[in-house]
């Protein structure tokens, strides 16, 4: 298992919290095989068909189980590559299939309304009003945003040079407020901020290091009470919005894929089914005969 893991992430460059989903999926499916004498090295086509029917009978999502059986396919193949195995099991196994579920987003009105919660008298406050404003402005990952350092900022072009899955580059403007408020930040709430000796962390914690992505989303939860709203929020609850608002307002779809740094396209698409169904409530609502 280990090989396969550090393989992969030679390959593929991917994060260490991708890398533990990898883990747990196999460390998961060995220890069922484990409690049926069985292990990973051993198991054929058809324990892992009970497996998923087991995982069917325990109601779990079938979004999980297509992530799992997708790490399983490539451990496998790894290990026919690797001459571990003669065959893999999962060949002509089918993943179950997910429905299509739209991504819960904000109105334009309580992006506002979340915008504005911060009090940004406050160093802190301040900090998060900036966050907010760069996080709307550009679609990025939460891990993207609180891992920003100095370097990759440049206020002078209003771009942001992004690092995100699998160690890939882009480029992302981030518009006239977003910069107004960075170089707020930067004048009047950074250097009030208990930073750590050369830290380079754009937006730090309180203790002057780099946020986790736990803490911002905890403070995002916190001004959407204050903002007065009651939606079902997820830590992508931004990123959604500027996605959304942007086909919204016209934007092809390949600049947003580009944007939000999507290397396919049909997961960006989805947004595309947001806006459409965006377009169909208005329609509904206001036309006379909708």
């Given amino acids: 298992m280990d090989r ?14 991708t890398l533990a989903s990898y883990r747990r999926d196999l460390m998961q499916y060995g220890g069922w095989l484990q409690e ?14 009970r497996y998923l029917a087991w ?38 196994i089918e993943g179950p299939k997910r429905g299509r579920t739209l991504p819960k987003t ?24 900036a966050m907010l404003e760069v996080l709307y402005a550009t679609g990025l990952r939460v891990s993207e945003l609180v891992s ?37 930040y930067l004048k009047e709430g950074r250097p009030l901020l208990n930073l750590e000796a050369n830290s380079e962390v754009l937006f730090p914690s309180r203790r002057g290091s780099q946020m986790t992505r736990q803490t911002f989303w905890h ?21 959604h919005a500027f996605a959304t608002h942007l086909l919204n307002h016209g934007a092809d779809l390949r600049v947003v894929q580009m944007l939000l ?3 396919d396209l049909s997961t960006t698409q989805i947004y595309t089914h947001v806006a459409q169904h965006r377009l169909q409530s208005l329609h509904g609502k206001h036309h006379p005969r909708g």
Avoid: C
């Fill in 261 to 263: 740094g999507h290397s």
């Fill in 106 to 129: 904000l109105t334009e009105s309580d992006v506002e309304a979340l915008l504005q919660a911060p009090q940004t008298g406050d160093a802190v406050e301040l900090r998060d009003r």
């Fill in 148 to 184: 920003l350092q100095l370097g990759q900022v440049n206020l002078h072009q209003g771009v942001i040079r992004v690092v995100g899955k699998g160690s890939k580059e882009r480029l992302v403007p981030l518009g006239e407020e977003a910069i107004r408020w960075v170089l707020t």
């Fill in 219 to 239: 403070r995002i939860k916190r001004y959407a009470v204050v903002a007065g709203i009651d939606k079902p929020l997820s830590p992508h609850v931004l990123r």
């Fill in 55 to 92: 995982r069917v009978q325990q109601h779990l999502k079938a979004s999980s189980t297509a992530r799992m059986l997708s790490t399983l396919r490539g451990f496998y193949r790894f290990l026919v590559r690797e001459q571990s195995i003669e065959s893999d099991p999962t060949l002509l």
């Fill in 36 to 49: 049926r004498n069985a292990d990973l090295l051993s198991a054929g086509r058809e324990e892992l068909q």
């Fill in 4 to 17: 396969y893991l550090d393989a992969v992430w030679m390959e593929r460059g991917l994060s260490d919290s």
